[in-house]
């Protein structure tokens, strides 16, 4: 099969571009804008924008006001997001005393994340389930999607599917976590299975 010449993607119309656009993630729609011009007008639809808008914060809906546009109103939430969860992990980080959490301090951290308005599994995975924060903080993020969120038992038991592959490999560091992981496995393997 002979390659298509450069600039043939270039040539799609822009309604199939925008509808190749509204099939992504928020981080692929990035990626694609970055392609090209046109791949850029193409990700930059408002409606892509409306749609991951309201994916992603399905109760701030009704309150937003998109006057420059669904992109803008998105990024503008992302950062307030971003801002209102970094305070949190950071009071975490300054509360750890020798690598250990006290309890008040842990459930402040789950109390202060219920404060913030529309916050959604989304922002928790963008912004806690992260391999640069410490277990502590991926576990805060769990146990706030789980008991606040109410997260299906089949995307948390991924997650800790994913966390034991991590936290495998850095057992030596996070010994107390990754038990604790593993409980909270089994009994949420538990669960799902009396469902």
Not at 125 to 136: G, K, P
């Amino acid at each position: 099969m002979e390659l298509s010449p450069v600039g043939r993607w270039a040539d799609l119309p822009e309604d199939i571009a925008v509808a190749v656009a509204s099939c992504l993630q928020e981080a692929d729609v990035c990626a694609l804008g970055g392609c090209s011009r046109s791949w850029r007008r193409a990700c930059d639809a408002d409606c892509i924008w409306e749609r991951l808008f309201r994916c992603r914060w399905p109760s701030a809906v009704a309150s937003a006001s998109p006057v420059q546009g669904w992109k803008a109103l998105y990024i503008s939430q992302h950062r307030r997001m971003a801002v209102a969860i970094s305070n949190v992990v950071e009071f975490v980080g300054s509360s750890l005393n020798n690598e250990s959490l006290e309890s008040e301090y842990y459930l402040k951290a789950i109390a202060d994340l219920a404060l913030i308005p529309d916050i959604g599994f989304l922002d928790v995975q963008f912004f806690l389930f992260s391999r640069n924060h410490s277990a502590i903080i991926n576990l805060i993020g769990l146990h706030y999607s789980i008991a606040s969120l109410h997260v299906l038992v089949s995307y948390v038991l991924l997650m800790i599917l994913l966390w034991r592959n991590r936290l495998c490999v850095e057992r030596t560091q996070h010994c107390f976590v990754s038990k604790l992981l593993k409980q909270l496995f089994l009994m949420l393997y538990w669960k799902l299975h009396q469902q």
